[in-house]
């Protein structure tokens, strides 16, 4: 059996936390590039993101920030494009709230950009919703049982 020379294994860079950068300065987007909102997580390091110039892109998240920074749906990212593909992209950066916040503070996001907007609902899809308030009818069903 050979010998294990470092000082742990993955449990142990698990712990650490490398990225204590609070406070980063603000990143905009440069000329190939484009802020975008998460729609849709689909495995293996892709997402479907539509871009604040109106086109829906397939992203690949770069290996840097795989498994480092998580992004979800709904979050806001900086995406580059490739000259030879339009429909696809690469994710260089996610924003976090605070810094999503700045850039539509900057006007550099839409006003019409949701930032902590994770629902897939429409606008109105959440408020047609009925239910029924049949609990007393369970519980007289369930002493019924009892008295057998």
Not at 51 to 75: M, S
Request: with cysteine; glycine share 10%.
């Amino acid at each position: 059996m050979p010998k294990n020379k470092g000082k742990g294994g993955k449990n142990r860079r698990r712990g650490k936390n490398e990225n204590d950068n609070d406070k980063r300065e603000l990143v905009f987007k440069e000329d190939g590039q484009e802020y975008a909102q998460v729609t849709k997580m689909l495995g293996n390091g892709r997402l479907e993101a539509l871009c604040f110039d109106g086109v829906k892109r397939l992203c690949h998240i770069r290996g840097k920030l795989r498994k480092k920074v998580w992004i979800n749906q709904g979050d806001i990212i900086l995406i580059g494009l490739r000259d030879y593909q339009d429909a696809k992209a690469d994710v260089i950066l996610k924003y976090n709230s605070d810094e999503a916040r700045n850039l539509k503070a900057y006007g550099e996001l839409p006003e019409t950009a949701k930032i902590n907007d994770t629902s897939t609902f429409g606008p109105d899809d959440g408020e047609d919703i009925l239910f029924d308030d049949n609990a007393d009818d369970e519980d007289d069903e369930v002493d019924d049982i009892d008295g057998i």
